[in-house]
């Protein structure tokens, strides 16, 4: 009973999916299906040619189904980057669907032109993340860096401003952009930097306007 009542769902998440991929782009669903056809004609003309057809045409729809589901994938991703690009608390949406030991805390600071700085906690240290451009923001994290430096004495903070102008990291970047950041420290000292920041206030206002919740991000990574 229970397998029967998860497949309705999964199958209606996928449309959902095919249907953000359409209206991002047009030529999504086309390209996925065109891809996954090219992988099966691809391994049954080998395997003609060797002359094992049948295993060849098995082993084809296999290789198509799995051609497929990763063109889709990086599809929906693209499709969901377009549907939170210039959302205020878009780059905590990010954020939040990176895997491993982060502790993501948004709109730490938010101002009255709402640009947002967000928290990120994990092995890299503490990460500051600001949504705005860059000639307003910049002042903001230098502001929240200096405060969390005087609770974190030692530890390293990164300050990365996440939008399209010049210096700042896009926002399908992020994740990977701070995938790349250096392990500076242990999990127990990412625990007792977590410790030592949750006890800071927290008298910012959230932003006005909802923060985007519907959009579920695809995991990124997890860091090694």
Known sequence: MATSDEKPGRIKQLRMIAKIIQQ??????????????????????????????????FLGIMVALLVGLIVFGQLAQRAQYSLLHGQPGAAAAVLQGMRGNWQVTPAIAV?????????VIGYPGVILVSEGPGNRVARMLAAEKKRIARAVLGVEIYDIQCGDGPGQVPIAKLQRHIMKLPRNLKKPAVNEVKDRLRSLPKNVPMPKG???RGVR???GPKMR
């Open 24 to 57: 991002a782009n047009p030529k999504g669903m086309p390209i996925v299906f065109l891809s996954a056809v090219a992988a099966l004609a691809v391994v049954v003309v080998i395997g003609a040619l060797l002359g094992y057809l049948w295993y060849a045409l």
């Open 111 to 119: 101002s009255r032109d709402q640009d947002l700085v967000h928290l």
């Open 210 to 212: 909802p923060m985007p």
């Open 217 to 219: 991000m695809p995991r």
